[in-house]
């Protein structure tokens, strides 16, 4: 083989096998990524107060059921279904006629026993002088003073039958006994009504000015509300509620938090063994007729004076098993976890974060805490902080 042949191939060869080396190197570095953008705020810092919450019912102050005392039939209706009533306003009239005939017979007996105790009288002093003359006997006497107590009593009695025939026919005429709003009338003009608590329900009418606010508390609680209101250092348990002036506020479903005042002003006289809760009662202006009984609410009760809280987005609040920690950022906008303690949630969504041990378990109004893009931010990596419009934030 020709020398000038081989020195060509192995020239070739070489050739190849450095490029083949070449080509088994590392691959050329890439860029790194930016950091994730995340958007963080200040926490909040504002004076609040700590509350008690429950769900309660609204009741009338006062109920009562509209029955007819007397029998008889009814003649007119004067209110309209769902009306607001005023005490002593007539509701129903019964048909006076027979009321009024029985009046008359009863005052008729009473003239025939005046006019018999009138002759009893005569007839009294005349076996008195009879007797005095020795013309009759004492037992005659005797049996004509009988009979003029016994007339007598009868001109009592009669008397007092048209007394109660007079009473019937104030009956007939039915009035409110309270101011209250009135429900259906549950009989109408033309029906017979019977006297008596078994008989058919007229109606009824409830008291809505002021109206009451039921709900159930443990009894530790209700002695604690009572203290903190309390006007003096003396017992508290042993007076009335309502000289303690527990407030409270409650809304309704429809309502937005609690922008409704009360006061508590009764408690059970005692607790419910089986749940360990007390019924206590509020009381609520209503004199707008604003609030209903069956009425359900919510209601809250402040068991604290007012202080300052440090407040967080209840999103920013991450979990990892029984431990509340938060996202943060420090002066190169690393990303650092502070484990907090949590305090109540308020309505407008924010979290109270309770004072912590150290500043490693605690955030305060200067921090910046990551609430959202959470899932992009890693511990010990850096983020690019945006405000909530999504602009950049300098330090």
């Avoid at 159930?216 to 042993?238: G, I, M, W």
């Avoid at 209903?292 to 919510?298: D, I, T």
Wanted: net charge negative; hydrophobic share 40%.
């Amino acid at each position: 083989m020709p020398e000038d042949f081989v020195r060509r191939c192995w020239l070739a060869g070489s050739v190849l096998l450095t490029g083949l080396v070449a080509g088994c190197g590392e691959p050329p570095t890439q860029s790194e990524a930016p950091p994730p953008r995340v958007t963080v705020q200040h926490p909040v810092e504002r004076e609040i107060i700590d509350y008690s919450e429950y769900n309660g019912w609204m009741a009338a102050s006062e109920t009562v059921e509209i029955r007819s005392r007397v029998r008889g039939h009814i003649d007119k209706v004067h209110f309209t279904d769902g009306q607001v009533v005023e005490k002593d306003q007539l509701l129903f009239e019964l048909d006076p006629r027979p009321f009024q005939a029985e009046i008359d017979v009863a005052q008729g007996q009473v003239e025939v026993a005046q006019a018999q105790l009138e002759f009893s009288i005569a007839e009294e002093a005349r076996q008195q002088e009879l007797f005095e003359k020795k013309v009759n006997t004492k037992a005659d006497l005797q049996k004509a003073v009988a009979t003029r107590k016994t007339w007598d009593a009868n001109v009592i009695a009669a008397q007092e039958e048209v007394r109660r025939r007079q009473l019937d026919l104030t009956y007939s005429r039915i009035a409110a006994p309270i101011k209250g709003k009135i429900s259906r009338a549950q009989l109408v003009a033309g029906n017979l009504v019977n006297a008596g608590g078994s008989d058919p329900l007229l109606t009824t009418i409830v008291a809505l000015d002021p109206i009451h606010v039921y709900f159930f508390v443990d009894e530790r609680a209700l002695l604690e509300y009572r203290q903190k209101n309390a006007q003096s250092t003396q017992r508290t348990h042993d007076k009335p509620l309502k000289d303690s002036q527990v407030p409270f506020e409650f809304g309704l479903e429809t309502d937005e938090g609690f922008p409704n005042r009360g006061i508590l002003d009764f408690a059970e006289n005692k607790i419910d063994v089986q749940t360990g809760t007390i019924e206590v009662r509020g009381v609520v202006d209503n004199a707008e007729a604003r609030f209903l009984p069956g009425s359900r609410v919510r209601v809250r009760i402040p068991v604290s004076d007012p202080y300052r809280a440090v407040l967080v987005p209840d999103e920013a609040v991450l979990s990892d098993q029984d431990q509340r920690y938060l996202l943060c950022l420090n002066e190169e906008n690393v990303v650092v976890r502070r484990n907090v303690t949590l305090g109540r949630l308020l309505e407008d969504g924010l979290r109270v974060i309770l004072p912590g041990a150290s500043d490693e378990e605690s955030v305060g109004p200067n921090d910046w805490v990551i609430t959202l893009g959470l899932q992009r931010a890693r511990v010990n990596y850096p983020v690019e902080p945006m405000d909530a419009d999504g602009k950049p934030i300098t330090r």
